[in-house]
């Protein structure tokens, strides 16, 4: 089975811009959930979407959103970036719902916002 | 907010020796779950142990889970260059409406000297 696939892996954008990352899970995975890690914060829990619904969201402003797609890929976008949005984003697919079973990651967007 | 946190945050041992990692949180949970990460790339899923076990092995790793104490260790034996990483525990926390949500701690920063 094919893992858990993102892209871009690399991107740098200018603050105020937006960004949209895009997310392909592993195969019969309906859930996918995104994450932000920096090194002052640590991995920090974005969202989950689970058959196209968002069913958690994590503590992030309105400029942070997420859709999923009936194949379950899925993208995140950020607009009006800022400097302190510089991170790895990581997005993980699970069998079900988050926390239920292991997740399966890929191997991040590096996102640097200059 | 943090539920998991590992201790220490940082270990440094011989190859060949044993290493463990500690886990607190703070709530209930249903499971908890010990991941990898090699430096900059996405994590890996090492074991889930539910709320209703007390140990369980995989290969070369050993995790406890204690919920009178809310804590879990992950002990590895007969440690390699290899295992050179970050490992974080995370717990599955209720978030409302039949949704649960992982959460991360920090990590223990481990390093392996050959």
């Known amino acids: 089975k094919a893992g858990v696939t993102q892209t871009p892996r690399y991107l740098i954008k200018t603050r105020g811009q937006q960004v949209t990352l895009s997310c392909s899970p592993i195969?019969?995975?309906?859930?996918v959930s995104w994450y932000q890690q920096t090194p002052g914060q640590g991995l920090q829990f974005l969202f989950e979407?689970?058959?196209?619904?968002?069913?958690n969201k994590g503590n992030f402003p309105g400029r942070f959103s997420g859709r999923q797609f009936s194949n379950s890929r899925s993208e995140m976008n950020v607009s009006t970036l800022e400097l302190g949005d510089s991170a790895l984003y990581l997005c993980?697919?699970?069998?079900?719902?988050?926390?239920?079973?292991?997740?399966?990651f890929g191997p991040g967007t590096r996102l640097t916002v200059t | 907010s943090q539920q998991g946190e590992e201790d220490p945050q940082a270990l440094s041992i011989q190859e060949g020796e044993n290493a463990t990692m500690n886990c607190s949180y703070k709530?209930?949970?249903?499971?908890l779950q010990w991941y990898r990460q090699n430096s900059g790339r996405g994590l890996v899923h090492l074991i889930l142990?539910?709320?209703?076990?007390r140990e369980k092995h995989s290969g070369r790793l050993r995790v406890t889970l204690d919920t009178s104490k809310k804590s879990s260790s992950l002990l590895i034996t007969a440690s390699r260059a290899a295992d050179t990483a970050s490992y974080f525990c995370?717990?599955?926390?209720?978030?409302?409406?039949?949704?649960?949500?992982?959460?991360f701690g920090k990590g223990t920063k481990l390093s392996v000297i050959p």
């Open positions: 993980a697919s699970s069998m079900t719902l988050a926390g239920e079973y292991e997740q399966y």
């Open positions: 195969s019969g995975h309906r859930s």
């Open positions: 979407y689970f058959s196209e619904t968002q069913r």
């Open positions: 709530t209930s949970i249903n499971n």
């Open positions: 142990i539910r709320s209703n076990e």
């Open positions: 995370a717990t599955d926390a209720y978030s409302g409406a039949g949704s649960y949500q992982l959460t």
